[in-house]
């Protein structure tokens, strides 16, 4: 069974451009997370899906971050414009609907350098 | 509000040596908590968890982790250290607000192990 894949693995870009990451969850799994760790910090929540309807986004940083999963597959995260301090590793996880608690299939990362 | 703290951003042993990750917690719930690991280019994976049943909890590769609510910590241990545990090691949090839907990483222990 394939697992949480993320594309791309490294994506170096400009201030200023966009950035697109796409996270493909484990097949079934409704839940789909997204989770950030910028150098040197810890890896902080981004935002939980439910199938295609956003539970949580709270960990958002600001509204220059969209993330959408239409028909409630895969998933994409935007960063437009990209600044500096958005560099960092860019998560993603899956679970099954009620798998127990913090029982999350994560991915490899998505790393984002913006120069 | 939940928090997680790892003492030691790093860890030497030597192979065959026991291990000792520390980890103190956080939270005005009664918690669930975790450890992950993530070895080099590859995804987070969950070791183990405590979900308010057992407070000695066992995971894989031979750790285990007890929870010491008195001490509020949920430290790390494995007997011997295999050349193969060198990795990044993450202590996570989460409580019934969130539905236990939100993780909350500490900034990670690197295990270093020696020949």
């Known amino acids: 069974e394939a697992g949480v894949t993320q594309f791309p693995s490294h994506s170096v870009i400009e201030k200023g451009q966009t950035v697109t990451l796409r996270c493909d969850p484990i097949?079934?799994?409704?839940?789909l997370y997204w989770y950030r760790r910028v150098m040197g910090k810890e890896i902080k929540f981004l935002l939980h899906?439910?199938?295609?309807?956003?539970?949580?986004e709270s960990g958002m940083p600001n509204n220059r971050f969209l993330a959408e999963r239409t028909g409630g597959t895969y998933s994409t995260l935007k960063v437009q414009p990209a600044e500096l301090e958005d560099s960092g590793v860019y998560f993603c996880?899956?679970?099954?609907?009620?798998?127990?608690?913090?029982?999350?299939?994560f991915g490899e990362g998505s790393r984002l350098t913006v120069l | 509000a939940q928090s997680v703290t790892q003492l030691d951003s790093h860890v030497s042993v030597s192979e065959g040596t026991p291990v000792l990750l520390r980890c103190n917690y956080s939270?005005?719930?009664?918690?669930?908590l975790f450890w992950y690991v993530q070895h080099p280019n590859k995804g987070l994976q969950l070791l183990l968890k405590y979900t308010s049943a057992a407070t000695l909890v066992k995971g894989i590769n031979g750790f285990e982790a007890e929870f010491k609510k008195s001490e509020t910590s949920f430290h790390l241990t494995k007997p011997s250290a295999h050349m193969s545990d060198a990795a990044e090691y993450f202590c996570v949090v989460s409580d019934r607000r969130t539905g236990f839907q939100k993780l909350v990483f500490g900034t990670g222990t690197r295990l270093l192990v020696s020949p």
């Open positions: 097949s079934g799994h409704d839940n």
């Open positions: 899906f439910v199938k295609e309807s956003k539970q949580d």
């Open positions: 939270s005005s719930y009664s918690p669930s």
């Open positions: 996880a899956s679970s099954l609907p009620g798998q127990g608690a913090g029982e999350l299939f």
